[in-house]
Structure formats: structure tokens, C-alpha cells
């Protein structure tokens, strides 16, 4: 069964840290991009950021653009998404999603997936 399981979300603090993972099972990562998503109430999904199955491309939202760093292990199956200097505004569900072809300028474009984790729940507040 294909399936992308996020893990490592929480409560943290303005300023805080936390490591977000995306493992895989039912397939192999290597072939695939790998897409970090969120999602606040009331707004809609949007990207945070997107790797190449080769390492050779990655894109950030400018939003995140120097907090949070985006970087995979092929031989663990997963994905990994740091995310420093956390501000409120990072609230959301994160989401990972997976798909074949890499694409800069439309990996942000959810549309492009084939396969989604369930999410998990990050909160920025004192």
C-alpha cells in the first residue's frame, strides 16, 4: 500500500524549532518529488517547499525562504523538513505529497501529486 506518513509536528514557541519527516512505504522516494505543503483555517493549501528526486532542484516560498531547509534521505525512504526561527504565521497542517515529474515552477501547484500524507499539526504561540 502506497502511503506518506508526516511526523514531528507540535507546540512550539515563537523563535522554536521542529523537524518535520515524511516517510514513505509502498514505493520508492527516489523517483519522485517531494512537495512540502500547508494549510491554515480558512486559507488554502499552499507550498512551503519542493525537491528534486535528483537533489538538484529545490525551491522555497519566499515566506520560509532562509528559516526552513528542505533535504531527503534516499536510503531511509523519507523526506525532512527543517523549520527554524518558527513564527505564528507557520500555523498549520503540514502536508508532504509526492509526484513523478519535477517541475520549479509548478512544484508549488497541488494539483501535481499523486500522493499525500495525512498531515500534521504545527503550532507557533507563547
Known amino acids: 500500500q502506497v502511503q506518506l506518513v508526516e511526523s514531528g509536528g507540535g507546540l512550539v514557541q515563537p523563535g522554536g524549532s521542529l523537524r518535520l519527516s515524511c516517510a514513505a512505504s509502498?514505493?520508492?522516494?527516489?523517483?519522485?518529488?517531494i512537495g512540502w505543503f500547508r494549510q491554515a483555517p480558512g486559507r488554502e493549501r499552499e507550498g512551503v517547499s519542493c525537491i528534486s528526486s535528483s537533489l538538484g532542484s529545490i525551491r522555497y516560498a519566499d515566506t520560509v525562504k532562509g528559516r526552513f531547509t528542505i533535504s531527503r534521505d534516499n536510503a531511509k525512504n523519507t523526506v525532512y523538513l527543517q523549520m527554524n526561527v518558527l513564527k505564528p504565521e507557520d500555523t498549520a497542517v503540514y502536508y508532504c505529497a509526492a509526484r513523478r515529474l519535477f517541475e520549479y515552477y509548478a512544484c508549488f501547484n497541488p494539483a501535481g501529486y499523486s500522493y499525500w500524507g495525512q498531515g500534521t499539526q504545527v503550532t507557533v504561540s507563547l
Open positions: 509502498g514505493f520508492t522516494l527516489d523517483d519522485y518529488a
